[in-house]
């Protein structure tokens, strides 16, 4: 299961970040149309979206015990959505050895490492910075 889940979320990064780097070169970030803005399917997947960031956040709240590390994540996985939340699970997945216990994953806390939420908010900030 451990390796399913691993090519799973390589997956996920690889894709989402293929189709933000398509959708880059179409049109820059900040020129989406007024009507697509307004659109209440585009609000609702919107909320839809970031609520399912929140509730997730939640969680790596959970397992995050370093306020620094829980903030880096906050910010990372609002600003990155699924390309950081694919990159936590990575990170999770990848200490663990194939055959191992996938309970781990979800009931382990860790001391809280900045490393990686620091390395994805400096680029999610590098990124809106530069859009």
């Keep these: ?39 209440p399917w585009f609000i609702a997947t919107l909320f839809d979206a970031y609520y399912a960031f929140i509730a997730f956040f939640v969680w790596v709240a959970w397992k995050e015990q370093s306020l620094a590390a829980r903030v880096l994540w906050f910010v990372a996985i609002i600003a990155l959505g699924n390309v950081a939340i694919g990159a936590y699970m990575l990170r999770e997945l990848f200490r663990l050895p194939a055959p191992g216990p996938l309970a781990s994953i979800f009931t382990q806390r860790n001391p809280g490492t900045l490393a990686l939420p620091g390395a994805l908010t400096a680029a999610s900030i590098a990124v809106y910075l530069l859009a």
């Design 1 to 39: 299961m451990i390796l399913f889940l691993r090519i799973l979320f390589v997956v996920i990064v690889a894709s989402m970040l293929a189709v933000i780097t398509w959708a880059s070169l179409h049109t820059p970030l900040f020129a989406i149309p007024r009507e697509v803005f307004s659109h």
